[in-house]
Nanobody
Framework: QVQSVESGGGLVQAGGSLRLSCAASGLTFSRYNMGWFRQAPGKERKFVAAITRTGGTTNYAESVKGRFTISRDNDKNTMYLQMNALKPEDTAVYYC??????????????????WGQGTQVTVSS
């Protein structure tokens, strides 16, 4: 049974930092591209960042470029999202997702096979 568990969310002031983690089990982690998505209240779930199987290539939404960094440790079956210079508009539930086939340049959430339960990030102004 595939399971992805996000952690690291919380409440932070604007300009602050958080580091999210996504621990995956029940799958061969290194075979999957991994991604982060977020969903604000009343809005659609949107792409944030993605990383290839080896971690060699990354892709970011324009809104987070230069502030967020995605990374992974295949030995630990874990993916990370370092979020710096946070803004109130970054407030959302953040989800990790695993994609067996496809490209990290295709940001459609329907490409992803497995999802975590989400972790809340709240940025106060």
């Amino acid at each position: 049974q595939v399971q992805s568990v996000e952690s690291g969310g919380g409440l932070v002031q604007a300009g602050g930092s958080l580091r999210l983690s996504c621990a995956a089990s029940g799958l061969t982690f290194s075979r999957y591209n991994m991604g982060w998505f977020r969903q604000a209240p009343g809005k659609e779930r949107k792409f944030v960042a993605a990383i290839t199987r080896t971690g060699g290539t990354t892709n970011y939404a324009e809104s987070v470029k230069g502030r967020f960094t995605i990374s992974r440790d295949n030995d630990k079956n874990t993916m990370y999202l370092q979020m710096n210079a946070l803004k109130p508009e970054d407030t959302a539930v953040y989800y990790c997702a695993a994609e067996l086939f496809g490209s990290i340049w295709d940001t459609d959430r329907s490409n992803y096979d497995y999802w975590g339960q989400g972790t809340q990030v709240t940025v106060s102004s």
